[in-house]
């Protein structure tokens, strides 16, 4: 709760309030915490999950309760790049996978976006303007210190994928193959030979086998990749629908799937088990062989270039391979694309949050606050002049009148704060808070509301109260002689009121034993915290919905008032009690 | 603007001399060597009891500061100060204007240090603060940067927005400082060198952009 004082968060029950919540009635939610006398704890480690903000949180009108992000269900609307903002279809998400396929590129070492940047010799011009690179405008690395260099500056991710580090070119997946078989064929071959009791010598062997010491990522996988393919299809039968089959990725492979779960009702036919497959046994079947040589390469390499020339644990995870050790081995890290969402209420699947589909448009088609459908609740210290605890600290010149000092808040001293409830709604209010005595935790507060009950006026047109000549009775509020009174609200406006709590905070240290430290009661990271828990139920005669009241008896019945209730916890953070 | 050097002791006869307005009030510095071709915006600001020397083609964007309060500043070729941007010694943040004034009465023995030299093509940013002993040939020290007191920067180095470089910290050529306080080497420019061509004919070009868009307040100082 990094969050400067004061703050207030609202609490959403949907953890302890998943059954449907929607038919209960907000005066059974209230009868339910006062039989259990369940006060809402702030330091229950639970409730950490369920407190937010009043911002953070939606309102569903139908089940007219607030929802969290926990009890909202985010639905996909679309994908698109965050760089150039252009939409990509889902279908295309499936097959490429969820980065840009364009020309975007986050820079490897940094991860801001990289500009594509023309090279071109001003004295021999080429046609194209090229050649072109990527390269960071923040820590200026570019394709350059790999070696990369492109022809054109459009379609940069095409490109790149076709070219190693170093500017040699990726072999396509038919060269793969094609340079498979060739190898294969040569093994074949020399163990022929071999058999023949004369190893032969040629050129092409020794050659082979160098550059295979070190197959490359990609090698290994589309050698594992055919070998798996292959494997796959000797065992899959000629008749690929036959009711005994048993290959994989068959209809029938599913719905034995399927049959496993069902019950076993069915007496099943008898089929043929798979024989088991074998595992990939050599380098060209994708068999991946512990070697040292490579790691004591990089380990000389260290020694040689220092760790300057290693990544970093963040760098090494941004990139798509994961045994990246050495700057050389960069990428640049092709954008990540995000996607719009919209959200429903998880109980009763309304929409309560949908942006324009338009991916430049920011703005919402539907978007439900919880701040325009639930009053907020704000506390701040009581301007200083009428609580008498001002003169007893001299030492401290910050806790004065003009700046409060809310994290240095002093045990036993009686500080009033300000509870304003200010109301989004067209309709008044009535306001019954509660809190218990003391608040829960090691430290105990002693906590009272001078005014637990009143009212809040409804959120009409500034005008009118400007235009209305009834000033709010002065009479009833405290706040115009200053007096803090209990049963007086202490200041009303056109849509809020303000009330008077007090607060005296406990004691960090039992002050009976001042000898004897009380061992057991050693003080955990937080404790000094002063949270309220504050229970708030509202009242107020609304409309009825034309929805709300059905088919029946929605004709005729306009202006018809309906009787609402909400009841809901909020934790105020009046701040941290100094240690003495 | 009341955190100007303390005119502590204002030479008397600068005092009384002719220059007109508010300039009058700040010491000038003792000797100025201007090139005839710099360029110096309105409201550009050179104050300080040392010597300061501006070389060829060098601009001074208006509200730029060069101080040389408590040492020498040197600008070399083509330098380029954009708005806000102050160099010399004392400018830091770090020094309000007591100790600054405390660090002047001293300035005899403790703080004479070697001065700001800003070698050829250098460009200091908006809002950046140079107090660096040297800066090497082509070097750019971003928007808000802060080079400490008695750095060594090399040539080609990028000091990217908001780094801030600890005093008596040396940079080797082509050093990049970015992220706070990460360092590393452009090894692009070190790679091209005709990278490293283009971007100085851009500077150029810039230069000549400059003569044409500002005008030129030079005469004030040349008096
Ligand atoms: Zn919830
Ligand atoms: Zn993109
Ligand atoms: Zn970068
Ligand atoms: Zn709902």
Not at chain 1, 75 to 101: A, H, I, Q
Not at chain 2, 56 to 72: G, Y
Not at chain 2, 189 to 194: I, N, V, Y
């Amino acid at each position: 709760m990094a969050q400067s004082f004061p703050y207030t968060y609202y609490a959403c029950d949907c953890y302890d309030n998943n059954t449907s919540t929607s038919a209960k009635r907000a005066s059974q939610i209230l009868a339910e915490a006062d039989e259990e006398d369940r006060t809402f704890d702030p330091r229950n480690p639970r409730s950490n999950y369920a407190l937010y903000p009043l911002e953070h949180l939606l309102y569903c009108d139908d089940c007219q309760q607030i929802r969290c992000p926990r009890c909202v269900i985010e639905e996909t609307l679309n994908w698109y790049c965050p760089s150039c903002l252009f939409e990509v279809p889902s279908s295309v998400v499936k097959s490429d996978g969820n980065r840009c396929t364009r020309n975007c590129f986050n820079c490897p070492v940094c991860i801001s976006p990289m500009t594509v940047n023309s090279i071109e010799n001003p004295d021999a011009p080429s046609a194209t303007g090229g050649p072109y690179i990527l390269a960071c405008p923040y820590c200026h690395w570019s394709t350059i210190e790999t070696g990369i260099e492109f022809e054109k500056h459009t379609g940069v991710h095409g490109q790149l994928a076709r070219v190693a580090n170093g500017g040699t070119p990726v072999p396509t997946p038919k060269e793969r193959e094609k340079e498979r078989e060739r190898r294969k064929e040569f093994e074949a071959r020399q163990r022929d030979s071999r058999n023949l009791l004369s190893p032969s010598q040629d050129s092409p062997t020794s050659d082979l086998h160098r550059d295979s010491a070190l197959p490359s990522r990609d090698d290994v996988f589309s050698n594992l990749g055919a070998f798996y393919k292959s494997q796959i299809e000797a065992q899959t039968p000629s008749n690929p629908f036959s009711a005994h089959d048993l290959n994989f990725s068959s209809p029938s492979a599913y719905s034995r799937i399927m049959n496993l779960y069902s019950s076993a009702g069915a007496k099943k036919q008898k089929r043929g088990k798979p024989s088991p497959m074998r595992e990939a046994a050599s380098e060209l079947e994708g068999l991946h062989v512990y070697d040292t040589v490579s790691d004591n390469a990089a380990i000389e390499r260290i020694k040689r270039d220092g760790w300057g020339s290693t990544l970093s644990q963040t760098q090494k995870l941004a990139q798509i391979d994961p045994h990246a050790n050495f700057e050389d081995e960069l990428r640049p890290i092709a954008t990540l694309l995000c996607t719009k969402r919209s959200k429903r209420c998880r109980s009763c699947r309304h929409i309560l949050s949908k942006p324009e589909s338009k991916i430049t448009s920011t703005r919402y088609k539907i978007k439900v606050l919880a701040l325009s459908h639930i009053p907020r609740l704000s506390i701040r210290a009581l301007p200083n002049n009428a609580a008498p605890s001002t003169p007893s600290a001299p030492s401290t010149p910050a806790f004065s009148q003009q700046s409060f000092s809310y994290s240095n808040l002093r045990s036993g001293i009686p500080t009033h704060f300000l509870l304003q409830l200010s109301n989004p709604l067209f309709d008044n209010v009535r306001v019954t808070l509660a809190t218990p005595s003391t608040t829960p935790g090691k430290i105990q507060t002693r906590v009272t509301i001078l005014c637990p009950q009143f009212e809040v006026g409804a959120n009409t047109d500034v005008w009118d109260d400007a235009l209305s000549s009834s000033v709010p009775s002065a009479t009833r509020s405290s706040a115009a002689d200053g007096q803090i009174e209990a049963g007086k609200i202490w200041d009303r406006g056109r849509n809020w009121t303000s009330v008077v709590i007090e607060v005296v905070p406990g004691f960090l240290r039992p002050i009976t034993g001042f000898g004897q430290a009380d061992q057991a009661d050693e003080l955990d990271e937080d404790d000094d915290l002063l949270e309220i828990p504050i229970f708030v139920r509202l009242e107020f005669e609304t409309e009825a919905n034309a929805e709300e009241r059905g088919l029946g008896d929605s004709r005729g019945s306009k202006g018809e008032k309906e009787q609402r209730e909400a009841a809901f916890w909020t934790v105020v953070g009046a701040g941290r009690i100094a240690a003495m | 603007m009341s955190a100007q050097p303390a005119p502590s002791r204002p030479g008397p006869d600068r005092r009384s001399s002719t220059v007109p307005k508010r300039t009058s009030i700040l010491p000038k510095p003792s000797s100025i060597a201007l090139d005839p071709s710099v360029l110096i915006a309105q409201h550009a600001q050179i104050t300080g009891t040392h010597p300061i020397t501006l070389g060829p083609n060098t601009v001074l964007h208006p509200h730029s500061r060069i101080s040389s309060a408590l040492a020498p500043v040197v600008l070399g070729e083509g330098v380029v100060v954009y708005e806000r941007a102050k160099v010399g010694v004392g400018l830091g943040p770090d020094l309000d204007a007591e100790s600054r004034r405390s660090s002047m009465r001293s300035s005899g023995g403790t703080i004479r240090s070697d001065g700001v030299v800003l070698g050829r093509n250098v460009v200091v940013e908006a809002n950046a603060i140079v107090e660096a002993a040297e800066v090497g040939e082509g070097s750019v020290v971003e928007v808000g940067a802060v080079l400490g007191r008695g750095c060594v920067v090399g040539k080609y180095c990028t000091i990217s927005p908001s780094s801030i470089v600890a005093p008596n910290t040396r940079l080797p050529d082509y050093t990049v400082v970015y992220g706070g306080s990460e360092h590393r080497l452009d090894k692009t420019l070190q790679l091209r060198p005709e990278i490293l061509d283009a971007k100085m004919a851009v500077h150029r070009k810039q230069l000549e952009m400059f003569k044409k868009l500002v005008p030129n307040q030079v005469a004030k100082w040349t008096v």
